[in-house]
C-alpha cells in the first residue's frame, strides 16, 4: 500500500541502512574495508567510555585486515586492556536489560548451535540503529567476511571436503529459511512502531549473513556474572577483538568481579611483548574446518586439524583387503567383537559413527581399538587390557594384540587415508603450483589453501603409521634371526 510505503520510507531517515558504507577495496587485505569509511578512534572510545587501554597498545593494519600491537617493550603479566561490563555487546543488553519481545522471538527460531545467528540479531539492530551506544564499535566492524557462506559457488566446490561442504551448505540453507521467516515476522510488525527491531528495515540473508559471521568471527563465550552465574554467554568485546589467533599467544582474557555483581573483562600480557609484536590471544584448540567456517581462515600445520570419517564396516573390509588381510569381517562382527565396538560407541544404541585420523594422534583411538579389536579372534588376548590401552597408540612398538595384528590394524589404517586421499579430486602437488600460479580470487586461495592442508595431515598419519610399521616388523625380524656370533 502507497501509505505504508510513504511510513516505511519515512521510518528509514530515523535508522541506518544495511547497505554498506562504499569503502574501497584494499587489494592487499580485502578483508580490510570497514562499514564506515572512516570510523572513530576505538581505542579512544573504550577509554571514553571507562575501559582501560594500555599506553603502548595500538592498532595497525596488517595482512588481517587489522590487528593490536605493541608500540613499544610491554613486561609479562601486564594489563593491556580491561572492559566495564557495559562495553560488551551481549544479546540481553540494552536499555531495560531485556531483548525486546519481536528480537527475542526470532532469536528463539534460531539452533543452538548456531548461536553467532542470535547475537547477529542483536548486532543488527544495533547497526540499524541512530544514536546506538556501540556504533563507534559497529563502525569498526568488517564490511566482509571470508567465511565460506560467501565464497561463490565454485569456491565452495573448491574445498573439495564432504564434512564441510555439509556445513556450509547447512548454515546456508538456515540463513535462506531464517530470512523467510524473519520476513514473515516482520510483515507482522508496523514499520514506524518502536518494536520494530531493526528500523522498519527488511533483512535479507546476505545482511543475516553478514552479523551471524561477525559474531562468530569475534565473539567470545564468557561468563555471563551476576545472575547469570557459571554459564557462558556470547558476547562481543570491542578493542579486545582486534587481537588475532595465534597457538602460541603473548595475551589471554582474564575475566574479573567487579562491584555489583559487575564482570570486569581484562587482557593480560602473558610472556613479554617486544615493540611492533603483535597481541595474538589463542582462539581455541580448533580444527581447520572451525577455523574456516568461523573465522574465514586457515591454520597453516594446525596442530589441531584432522579429518572425519564415517566408522562403516564395508569402508573397512574394502581398507583392510587393499592392506593384504585375507577375509576381513568387519561387516559381521563376532558378539564379543560387537560388545566391544558397542563400549567404543561405534556399535549399539545411538553410536557416534565419527572418527578421526590426524590431529594430536595420527588415529582416534576409538578407531584404532575397533580396528585392532576387528583383526584378531583371539578374544582372551583382547580381553586382557582395559579399553584405554587398546585404544593407545603411545609407544612406537606397542603392538597389545600382537605383531601380526598391529601391523595389520596400522596397514589397515594406512589404506583408509589412501581411500580419503583418494576422495580429493585434485593432488596436493597440483594444488601447489595452482596457487604459486596465482588464482584469481581470495576466496579460491583460501579453498586450496583448505584442501592442501587436509592432504598434508594425512599424509603425515601416513608416514608416523608406515614408520610405525616398519619398526614393528624389523623388532620382530630381529627376535626371529639368531644373534650373530
Ligand atoms: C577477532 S577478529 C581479529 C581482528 C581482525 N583481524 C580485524 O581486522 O578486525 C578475527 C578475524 O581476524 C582474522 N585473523 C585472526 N587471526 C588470524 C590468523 N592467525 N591468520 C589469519 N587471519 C586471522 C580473521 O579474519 C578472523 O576472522
Same mark, same amino acid.
Given at each position: 500500500?502507497?501509505?505504508?510505503?510513504?511510513v516505511?520510507?519515512?521510518?528509514l531517515?530515523?535508522?541506518?541502512p544495511?547497505?554498506?558504507?562504499?569503502?574501497?577495496?584494499?587489494?592487499?587485505?580485502?578483508?580490510?574495508?570497514? &562499514?564506515a569509511? *572512516?570510523?572513530p $578512534?576505538l581505542?579512544?572510545?573504550?577509554k571514553?567510555?571507562?575501559? !582501560?587501554v594500555? =599506553? #603502548?597498545?595500538?592498532?595497525?593494519?596488517?595482512?588481517?585486515?587489522f590487528g593490536?600491537f605493541?608500540?613499544?617493550?610491554?613486561?609479562?603479566?601486564?594489563?593491556?586492556?580491561?572492559?566495564?561490563d557495559?562495553?560488551p555487546?551481549?544479546?540481553?543488553?540494552?536499555?531495560d536489560?531485556?531483548?525486546?519481545?519481536?528480537?527475542?522471538?526470532?532469536?528463539?527460531?534460531?539452533?543452538?548451535?548456531l548461536?553467532?545467528?542470535?547475537?547477529?540479531?542483536?548486532?543488527?539492530?544495533?547497526?540499524?540503529?541512530?544514536?546506538?551506544?556501540?556504533?563507534?564499535?559497529?563502525?569498526?566492524l568488517?564490511?566482509?567476511?571470508?567465511v565460506p557462506?560467501?565464497?561463490?559457488?565454485?569456491?565452495i566446490?573448491?574445498?573439495?571436503?564432504?564434512?564441510?561442504?555439509h556445513?556450509?551448505?547447512?548454515?546456508?540453507?538456515?540463513l535462506?529459511?531464517?530470512?523467510? &521467516?524473519?520476513? *514473515?515476522?516482520? $510483515?507482522?510488525?508496523?514499520t514506524?512502531?518502536s518494536?520494530?527491531? !531493526?528500523?522498519? =528495515? #527488511?533483512v535479507?540473508?546476505?545482511?543475516?549473513?553478514?552479523?551471524?559471521?561477525?559474531?562468530s568471527?569475534?565473539?567470545f563465550?564468557?561468563?555471563?556474572?551476576?545472575?547469570h552465574?557459571?554459564?557462558?554467554?556470547?558476547?562481543?568485546?570491542?578493542?579486545i577483538?582486534?587481537c588475532?589467533?595465534?597457538f602460541?599467544?603473548?595475551a589471554?582474557?582474564?575475566?574479573?568481579?567487579?562491584?555489583?555483581?559487575?564482570?570486569?573483562?581484562?587482557?593480560?600480557a602473558e610472556?613479554?611483548?617486544?615493540?611492533?609484536?603483535?597481541?595474538?590471544?589463542?582462539?581455541g584448540?580448533?580444527?581447520?574446518?572451525?577455523?574456516?567456517l568461523?573465522?574465514?581462515?586457515?591454520?597453516?600445520s594446525n596442530?589441531?586439524?584432522?579429518?572425519?570419517?564415517?566408522?562403516?564396516?564395508?569402508l573397512?573390509?574394502?581398507?583392510?583387503?587393499?592392506?593384504g588381510?585375507?577375509?576381513?569381517?568387519f561387516s559381521?562382527?563376532a558378539?564379543?567383537?560387537?560388545?566391544?565396538?558397542?563400549?567404543?560407541?561405534?556399535?549399539?544404541?545411538?553410536?557416534?559413527l565419527?572418527?578421526?585420523?590426524?590431529?594430536?594422534?595420527p588415529?582416534?583411538?576409538r578407531?584404532?581399538a575397533?580396528?585392532?579389536?576387528m583383526l584378531?579372534?583371539?578374544?582372551?588376548?583382547v580381553?586382557?587390557h582395559?579399553l584405554?590401552?587398546l585404544?593407545?597408540?603411545?609407544?612406537?612398538?606397542?603392538?597389545?594384540?600382537?605383531?601380526?595384528?598391529?601391523v595389520?590394524?596400522?596397514?589397515?589404517v594406512?589404506a583408509?587415508?589412501?581411500?580419503?586421499?583418494g576422495?580429493?579430486?585434485?593432488?596436493?602437488?597440483?594444488?601447489?603450483?595452482?596457487?604459486?600460479?596465482?588464482?584469481?580470487?581470495?576466496t579460491?586461495?583460501?579453498?586450496?589453501?583448505?584442501?592442501?592442508q587436509?592432504?598434508?595431515?594425512?599424509?603425515?598419519?601416513?608416514?608416523?603409521?608406515?614408520k610405525?610399521?616398519?619398526?614393528?616388523l624389523?623388532?620382530?625380524?630381529?627376535?626371529a634371526s639368531?644373534?650373530q656370533?
Amino acid at each position: 500500500m502507497a501509505a505504508s510505503k510513504f511510513v516505511a520510507a519515512a521510518s528509514l531517515t530515523h535508522c541506518r541502512p544495511f547497505t554498506c558504507a562504499a569503502a574501497s577495496a584494499d587489494a592487499a587485505s580485502p578483508y580490510g574495508s570497514r &562499514l564506515a569509511p *572512516h570510523p572513530p $578512534d576505538l581505542i579512544k572510545w573504550v577509554k571514553r567510555e571507562g575501559g !582501560f587501554v594500555h =599506553q #603502548a597498545v595500538k592498532i595497525s593494519r596488517d595482512a588481517t585486515g587489522f590487528g593490536l600491537f605493541a608500540s613499544q617493550p610491554i613486561p609479562k603479566g601486564s594489563q593491556l586492556i580491561a572492559l566495564p561490563d557495559h562495553i560488551p555487546l551481549k544479546f540481553a543488553s540494552g536499555g531495560d536489560g531485556a531483548a525486546p519481545s519481536v528480537l527475542a522471538n526470532l532469536a528463539r527460531h534460531v539452533p543452538e548451535e548456531l548461536w553467532a545467528m542470535k547475537l547477529g540479531l542483536k548486532l543488527l539492530q544495533e547497526r540499524a540503529q541512530f544514536g546506538s551506544f556501540w556504533w563507534p564499535y559497529i563502525s569498526n566492524l568488517p564490511e566482509a567476511y571470508s567465511v565460506p557462506i560467501f565464497f561463490p559457488g565454485e569456491d565452495i566446490k573448491n574445498l573439495q571436503y564432504a564434512p564441510l561442504l555439509h556445513q556450509v551448505n547447512k548454515r546456508c540453507r538456515f540463513l535462506l529459511e531464517f530470512e523467510q &521467516l524473519v520476513k *514473515h515476522v516482520l $510483515d507482522g510488525v508496523e514499520t514506524s512502531s518502536s518494536d520494530h527491531p !531493526f528500523g522498519g =528495515q #527488511a533483512v535479507d540473508a546476505s545482511s543475516l549473513g553478514w552479523a551471524m559471521s561477525a559474531v562468530s568471527s569475534r565473539a567470545f563465550r564468557l561468563h555471563g556474572g551476576g545472575s547469570h552465574g557459571d554459564i557462558d554467554i556470547p558476547m562481543m568485546l570491542p578493542l579486545i577483538d582486534m587481537c588475532n589467533h595465534s597457538f602460541n599467544p603473548n595475551a589471554r582474557i582474564v575475566q574479573e568481579q567487579g562491584g555489583n555483581d559487575d564482570m570486569l573483562i581484562n587482557v593480560v600480557a602473558e610472556t613479554a611483548i617486544e615493540e611492533d609484536d603483535p597481541l595474538v590471544i589463542n582462539y581455541g584448540c580448533l580444527n581447520n574446518d572451525l577455523f574456516l567456517l568461523d573465522y574465514g581462515f586457515v591454520v597453516p600445520s594446525n596442530p589441531y586439524d584432522c579429518i572425519e570419517l564415517r566408522f562403516d564396516g564395508a569402508l573397512l573390509d574394502a581398507a583392510s583387503t587393499a592392506a593384504g588381510v585375507s577375509s576381513p569381517s568387519f561387516s559381521s562382527p563376532a558378539p564379543w567383537q560387537k560388545e566391544i565396538l558397542s563400549q567404543l560407541k561405534l556399535d549399539g544404541e545411538a553410536p557416534v559413527l565419527k572418527v578421526t585420523i590426524g590431529g594430536q594422534e595420527p588415529v582416534e583411538g576409538r578407531l584404532l581399538a575397533a580396528v585392532r579389536v576387528m583383526l584378531t579372534s583371539d578374544r582372551e588376548m583382547v580381553e586382557k587390557h582395559d579399553l584405554s590401552t587398546l585404544m593407545s597408540l603411545s609407544s612406537d612398538s606397542d603392538a597389545p594384540l600382537g605383531t601380526a595384528t598391529e601391523v595389520a590394524a596400522l596397514r589397515t589404517v594406512l589404506a583408509l587415508c589412501v581411500i580419503a586421499l583418494g576422495h580429493f579430486p585434485t593432488k596436493m602437488m597440483e594444488d601447489e603450483l595452482l596457487l604459486k600460479k596465482g588464482v584469481s580470487s581470495a576466496t579460491s586461495e583460501l579453498a586450496i589453501q583448505f584442501r592442501i592442508q587436509k592432504k598434508a595431515l594425512i599424509i603425515d598419519a601416513m608416514r608416523d603409521l608406515t614408520k610405525r610399521v616398519q619398526l614393528l616388523l624389523s623388532k620382530s625380524k630381529d627376535m626371529a634371526s639368531p644373534p650373530q656370533e
